[in-house]
């Protein structure tokens, strides 16, 4: 990153109680446009939890999150999707027995509406996705194919188009390329750096390090829910990286 | 051998997806066809095939509103008591010299409520599954049923009360016979299915409600509002079971305690011969209407060659269990592993 860009969001202080169990505390994070951001730690040490306070899907215990400067309480998904935050779920958050084209705007339908009622235009949304995966260099056979009927890299690529139909400012993927054949991890970390290049801040949680080093530019740690360690990546190596998420500096 | 396999595949991946959605359509087509062979007289006759329609009628409203609830992956057990405790409602309402768009009214109102009460006590109550609640409300609906009308008949509705469920549209002017009607539920049947089925097909709703079966975390990840959609699915399924004790009412001319007893068994199992699966997401509102027609003309057929209702117990239940399997086996094959 060679110039100081906007900062996107900010998480200041955020604690997650599960009943008696402290998930996070006062963990801080901050994501710039154009800037990848990587989140590792062990499992168990917070990652998860983090990335669904920051997308609405948990609400914080304590702690505050900033979009664009400004304080944001996040009651649902919708809320931190309207204001540009999107999450590419490790489990994909795909429903299989929907076409690619309805699960990329799932939620967001394009609708014609007659009163009440909203009918889908599916004209529109078959004319956005194949624009779309045009956009993205993404190859299916046709956006009518069922989710279920996609290799792992397809539904990966299509969970990331998803992520990205709506003109996203953040994108949080978690385990970006665990479920994917070698072959196709290369493919997701391409779509990754294009995506930073249109200035969306990407969070990435994961474990492997070749990931975090081909596409970060900073890489902060988590240890037993709290922030652990943080570094430019080009002031850092993987063995130092692999040390802080055992919790050892 | 590698490109056999893959030929083979390919074919499948072809003929697959037409056999999904009319496969089902398919067999009702067979069994026509088979049933008039083996009764050329009568099977096909105005009088027989009306009379099919009419069997069916207020079960087909039972299913479609099952339907629903099976395609979110859960399941209304309760939908025969609500039917019974709505006609129960209707009795009353009529036999107290309410006019009649009110006595009609009622049980739509009443079908719905108790849907309502079904979706609310699964979200809000957060029950392990439907089953439970649904479970829990088959006794409290039918108890409440018969607390309310001592669990004695009440009978005797006007001609307006009863046209839906008895009312005979006349084709005369078409040069037929008087015999040669169209009944009225027919047309209602009809009319329901289509509106069920643009709901199901065209409307983001029911989009949703497909969605919520497919992958429920996806749904609530993309900011579907899960709970707000079971609860309308499970009110609807409600109002359907209403429209089925209206019909019922004019059927029978009488509202009595056993009403719509075991029929939530029926209704399921007409989604599931239909092709609607259990593990949610799939299913086609046409399936529902064949699983019923398939239903109503195995009965008819078989009382029409005098064969023991023992035996259509056993039939049924057989076509039940060869319709899931056949679905597991679609699953298994139809999924990329």
Known sequence: MSSINQLLLEAKSVTKYFGTITALENVNLKIHAGECLGVVGDNGAGKSTLMKVLSGLYKPSAGSLFFDGKEKILESPKDSQNLGLEMVYQDLALAGNLPIGENIFLGREPTKNLGLLKFLDYKKIKELTDAHLGKLKINVKSADQKVEELSGGQRQAVAIARSTAFNAKVVIMDEPTAALAIKEVGKVLDLINSLKQTGVGVIVISHRMDDIFAVCDRVMALFQGTNFAESELSKTSRDEVIGWIMGKK | ?337
């Open chain 2, 1 to 337: 051998m590698e490109n056999k396999d893959q030929e083979k595949n390919s074919l499948y991946l072809k003929i697959m997806p037409y056999l999904e959605k009319y496969g089902i359509l398919l067999l009702l087509v067979i069994m026509i066809v088979v049933m008039h062979f083996l009764q050329p007289d009568v099977f096909l006759s105005w009088r027989n095939v009306t009379n099919v329609f009419k069997q069916i009628s207020w079960q087909s409203m039972l299913a479609l509103g099952v339907f629903m609830v099976i395609v979110t992956a859960g399941i209304d057990l309760s939908v025969g008591s609500i039917m019974m405790l709505s006609l129960m409602i209707l009795a009353i309402v009529a036999k107290a010299g309410a006019p009649w768009y009110i006595v009609v009214i009622t049980p739509l109102i009443a079908g719905f409520l108790c849907g309502l009460f079904n979706g609310l006590g699964i979200t809000l109550l957060r029950m392990p599954h439907p089953f439970i609640m649904t479970l829990g409300t088959l006794y409290i609906f039918r108890g409440t049923g018969n607390l309310i009308s001592g669990g004695t008949p009440i009978s005797g509705f006007t001609d307006e009360v009863r046209y839906l469920g008895h009312g005979r549209i006349d084709l005369t002017w078409l040069g037929l016979e008087k015999s040669q009607y169209l009944p009225v539920s027919l047309v209602l049947i009809a009319i329901v299915y289509i509106i069920f089925w643009i709901f199901m097909n065209k409307t983001r709703t029911g989009k949703w409600i497909y969605a919520i079966g497919g992958n429920p975390n996806a749904a609530r990840a993309s900011g579907i509002n899960v709970n707000k959609i079971l609860v309308i699915v499970y009110s609807l399924c409600g109002f359907l079971s209403g429209i089925g004790a209206l019909i019922l009412a004019g059927r029978t001319d009488s509202g009595y305690p056993n009403a719509g007893l075991q029929s939530e068994l029926d209704a399921i199992a007409a989604c599931i011969i239909g092709g609607a699966s259990f593990f949610g997401g799939r299913g086609t509102v046409l399936g529902v209407f064949a699983g019923v027609m398939i239903m109503g003309i195995l009965r008819n057929g078989l009382n029409l060659m005098d064969v023991s209702s023992f035996w259509q117990q056993v039939l049924i239940g057989s076509i039940i269990v060869l319709a899931v399997y056949i679905d597991v086996l679609r699953r298994d094959l139809g999924t990329r592993k």
